[in-house]
């Protein structure tokens, strides 16, 4: 049996074909966004929770150093300097990075894209077989707009979503840790003022 598709007419079980193989490499991609959605949302997070830390305790250490100016030894006040320099740059990175922006783009990706996953697993049973052809382009011109519609995921996700470890997955493990490590240098900085805090009660 043949459809007529504009130009030349079309084996239905070759067109079937290609929707079966669109349907695989749209879930597969569903898949590895879904991964980009949490990497990305779990940065946005994490280094929002670690610049909150340092600004905290950036403060903090700022009024223990006026009230108590050895707090910090004789090199405290070049310190909280640097410091303040140091959550200035970080804020501006952080902020370039548009991580809330990227996981909302992401988040609307990935949906639409496993929507077009399940269109064309429903297509033979949903789909007359004259309209197939017709159904199977505009379905693949949806899913090109869906995966242009944000940034690509990157091989790590990929590999994630499949559940398979690689150099890229334990590297990508180790960016996500980088915020939470970063919580070191509050936590340093507070230690002296609690001591002091509450010696002096």
């Not at 052809?133 to 995966?147: D, G, K, N």
Request: glycine letters at 4%.
């Amino acid at each position: 049996m043949f459809v007529y598709n504009r130009r030349k007419l079309v084996a239905v079980p070759l067109l079937r074909q290609k929707v079966a193989l669109l349907e695989s490499r749209a879930y597969s991609t569903y898949r590895a966004r879904l991964e980009a959605h949490k990497r990305i949302t779990r940065l946005n997070i994490s280094w929002n929770t670690a610049l909150v830390g340092l600004a905290t305790s950036t403060t903090v250490a700022a009024v223990g150093q006026l009230v108590y100016p050895g707090m910090y030894g004789s090199g405290g006040n070049a310190l909280m300097v640097v410091l303040a320099v140091l959550s200035l740059v970080a804020s501006l990175v952080v902020s370039s990075m548009n991580y809330g922006a990227r996981a909302r783009a992401m988040e609307a990706s990935y949906k639409r894209i496993q929507q077009i996953s399940l269109l064309a697993e429903r297509m033979e049973t949903t789909i007359p077989s004259d309209q197939l052809a017709r159904r199977f382009e505009e379905l693949q011109r949806e899913y090109e707009i869906a995966i242009e519609s944000s940034e690509n995921h990157v091989t790590a996700d990929h590999h994630k979503a499949i559940n398979q470890k690689s150099w890229e997955t334990r590297n990508q493990s180790v960016l996500n840790a980088l915020p939470y490590i970063t919580l070191v240098v509050p936590v340093l900085l507070l230690v002296p003022f609690v001591n002091w805090f509450f010696n002096g009660i």
